[in-house]
């Protein structure tokens, strides 16, 4: 329960979707097993916040018919990362400069899958696809955004960082040998080129000229 609300911080699960998640056959005992999880954590949550003092305390609280795990003023890496994502969509308005800057930080906030020592349930699969993915489409773009501007190393570390993320992102390795190409690396050029045709085939897709 704690892993699904902290992957929601500030915001309220409801408490059907975290029956589903947690008791999914226990039939009318759910809502009761739901009442005891609530009352456990909320008294871990206390005790771990006595123990750091930190000045905004954590809390679990009701909100109309969900939980939420409430980070007393504090901000979550997902929070952080999904609100550069917004300033990036607001600033498309403003110039290159201000939506670069904003996918730069959504870009650096991804620090991997989410919660990836818990192991593999199916809302925590879901839920890490979702941020794998923006985080992927947020490299998609920045890299582009650099390829217009002719800054050929910046695209290639877009591009790249994207790819650590999703090997898949077919305009991903698209837009890596494109800047290789501009810098003028034939070399890397062609070994992006044989990495993507690898890819492709892994995908069961023919191969396509770069």
């Given at each position: 329960m704690l892993l699904l609300l902290a992957a929601e911080c500030n915001r309220p699960v409801h408490r059907d979707r975290l029956i589903g998640a947690l008791w999914p056959d226990e039939g009318t005992g759910a809502s009761r097993a739901l009442q005891v999880a609530v009352s456990s954590l909320r008294k871990f949550v206390a005790e771990a916040a006595d123990r750091h003092d930190h000045a905004a305390s954590p809390s679990v609280v009701h909100r109309g018919e969900g939980y939420m795990l409430d980070l007393g003023g504090g901000l979550s890496d997902t929070e952080a990362f999904d609100g550069a994502l917004v300033r990036a969509r607001a600033a498309q308005d403003?110039?290159?400069?201000?939506?670069?800057?904003?996918?730069?930080?959504?870009?650096?906030?991804?620090?991997?899958?989410?919660?990836?020592?818990?192991?593999?349930?199916?809302?925590?699969?879901?839920?890490?696809?979702?941020?794998?993915?923006?985080?992927?489409?947020?490299?998609?773009?920045?890299?582009?955004?650099?390829?217009?501007?002719?800054?050929?190393?910046?695209?290639?570390?877009?591009?790249?960082?994207?790819?650590?993320?999703?090997?898949?992102?077919?305009?991903?390795?698209?837009?890596?040998?494109?800047?290789?190409?501009?810098?003028?690396?034939?070399?890397?050029?062609?070994?992006?080129?044989?990495?993507?045709?690898?890819?492709?085939?892994?995908?069961?897709?023919?191969?396509?000229?770069?």
């Amino acid at each position: 329960m704690l892993l699904l609300l902290a992957a929601e911080c500030n915001r309220p699960v409801h408490r059907d979707r975290l029956i589903g998640a947690l008791w999914p056959d226990e039939g009318t005992g759910a809502s009761r097993a739901l009442q005891v999880a609530v009352s456990s954590l909320r008294k871990f949550v206390a005790e771990a916040a006595d123990r750091h003092d930190h000045a905004a305390s954590p809390s679990v609280v009701h909100r109309g018919e969900g939980y939420m795990l409430d980070l007393g003023g504090g901000l979550s890496d997902t929070e952080a990362f999904d609100g550069a994502l917004v300033r990036a969509r607001a600033a498309q308005d403003d110039g290159t400069r201000a939506t670069v800057s904003a996918l730069g930080e959504a870009i650096a906030l991804y620090r991997g899958d989410l919660f990836a020592h818990e192991g593999g349930s199916e809302w925590l699969v879901e839920s890490r696809e979702v941020f794998r993915r923006r985080a992927a489409e947020a490299a998609e773009q920045l890299a582009s955004e650099r390829l217009q501007e002719g800054d050929w190393p910046a695209a290639q570390r877009a591009a790249r960082r994207g790819l650590e993320i999703d090997r898949y992102q077919d305009a991903l390795w698209r837009t890596l040998i494109r800047a290789q190409q501009g810098c003028g690396d034939r070399a890397a050029a062609a070994r992006s080129s044989r990495e993507y045709q690898q890819v492709l085939v892994e995908l069961g897709v023919p191969p396509t000229a770069t």
